[in-house]
């Protein structure tokens, strides 16, 4: 089957760095996106990586290793509105997007 | 200005009652999306419509039914065979391809009372 697993919740402070991990194993591989989610709101897109390594926009980044089937967003100089939800999806060889639970980051002052 | 409408945002309903969700989008997308999210789980596809005429099954379409007779209109309806319907539900639109980025709507919270 496929399969996205992401931590349920992550609590860190504000001004500080955090990763936020992903690893999957689907039916084929077509691209790796990180979405936000505030509460009660809709997804917004926020990356997307379909090779190997680092993708940097501002203060979020997004990594992907391929063979390990692993990706991590990482969050810069936190912020108290980045307290949302997170969520990994990875598009598989139909072109359909597999979805993980999503990560629930609390932000602390 | 570009984007996808859902309405209403909240949406209540006796139980035994179809409910149709309405989504539109003019970013000239082909592709279309209905998803469902409860508490703690991830998006889960109900339908999708690559072309104007045409949709597809998701992973949970039992009790749902959608029409594509537009490129910019996707309408979802729940039927009263669907077992537990009060959820979020969100549409979204995208082109076709491996890069293509999924946008959403604002979402349609639905009550079954």
């Known amino acids: 089957g496929q399969n996205i697993d992401q931590p349920t919740e992550m609590t860190a402070t504000e001004g500080a760095i955090v990763q936020i991990n992903c690893t999957y194993q689907?039916?084929?591989?077509?691209?790796l996106f990180w979405y936000q989610q505030h509460a009660g709101e809709a997804p917004t897109f926020l990356s997307y990586n379909v090779l190997d390594g680092l993708e940097e926009k501002g203060r979020f980044s997004s990594f992907l290793s391929r063979s390990k089937g692993y990706s991590y967003l990482l969050l810069k100089e936190l912020q108290m509105k980045d307290s949302a939800s997170y969520l990994c999806a990875v598009k598989d060889s139909n072109y359909q997007l597999i979805w993980g639970a999503g990560t629930k980051l609390i932000i602390k002052p | 200005d570009g984007g996808i409408t859902q309405s209403p945002k909240y949406l209540f309903r006796k139980e035994g009652q179809n409910v149709t969700l309405s989504c539109e989008q003019n970013?000239?997308?082909?592709?279309m999306y209905w998803y469902r999210q409860d508490p703690g789980q991830g998006l889960r596809l109900i339908y999708y419509s690559q072309i104007v005429n045409d949709f597809q099954k998701g992973d949970i379409a039992e009790g749902y039914s959608v029409s594509r007779e537009k490129k910019e209109s996707f309408p979802l309806t729940v039927t009263s065979a669907q077992k537990n319907p009060t959820a979020f539900y969100l549409c979204?639109?995208?082109?076709?391809?491996?890069?293509?980025?999924?946008?959403f709507g604002p979402g349609t919270r639905l009550t079954v009372l």
């Open positions: 979204a639109s995208s082109g076709w391809g491996d890069a293509d980025t999924q946008y």
């Open positions: 970013l000239n997308h082909d592709a």
């Open positions: 689907t039916s084929g591989f077509n691209g």
